[in-house]
């Protein structure tokens, strides 16, 4: 997703696909330690204005059951990826 989309364009329960690890500011895996797993889904539980540019999900991570501030460059959602396909699919 652009970088510059802010906590103020999503919404608690909305599903996003994680798509990126790590930020400049956040390292979200390495090899034994990862807190977010490509391709996987996460629901956002929290927004708030304190963390403008990250959302809150529960990780799923193997050893990561907590919620975090995560940037939200690290997602795309789910009716991106359904525009993507559907152009896709037209072209």
Known sequence: MNSKLTYKDFKVGQV???VKLDTN???GGDEDNE???IGEKYT???VD???NNKVCVKLKGPYYFHEE???IECFVDLNYIRDLKINQ???
Request: overall charge neutral; aromatic content about 20%; proline content about 5%.
């Open 16 to 18: 996003l696909i994680c």
């Open 25 to 27: 500011e956040y390292r």
């Open 35 to 37: 807190r977010l797993i």
């Open 44 to 46: 956002i539980t929290d």
């Open 49 to 51: 204005y304190h963390f």
């Open 69 to 71: 501030f995560v940037p």
């Open 89 to 91: 699919i037209l072209n």
